[in-house]
């Protein structure tokens, strides 16, 4: 059985979400990401770092390297893509 893919727009919706949460114009103070298995949901800034590797979307705090800040130490999330069932800017 061949492992399901997810389809691109949904990445494409994510990617979309974090832009606009990254323009001062629209406000958005977070983005909320819903994971199967999970009560509450997960948020995150716009000055989070975010990267989608295959079938995973992977999160850092804060930026990496930008202005002398390395977060070489900081936590690091990573999600399947397949467990994410939701995403909403606040």
């Given at each position: ?66 202005e002398g ?22």
């Amino acid at each position: 059985m061949r492992p399901r893919s997810l389809s691109r727009s949904f990445v494409e919706q994510i990617e979309q979400q974090i832009n606009s949460l990254r323009d001062l114009d629209y406000n958005y103070r977070g983005l909320q990401l819903w994971v199967a298995g999970v009560c509450d949901p997960w948020q995150f800034a716009a000055a989070d770092e975010f990267e989608f590797h295959d079938d995973v979307l992977i999160v850092r705090d804060g930026p990496t390297g930008e202005e002398g800040h390395d977060n070489a130490d900081v936590p690091e999330y990573v999600f399947r893509l397949d467990a994410i069932v939701a995403s909403q800017l606040v």
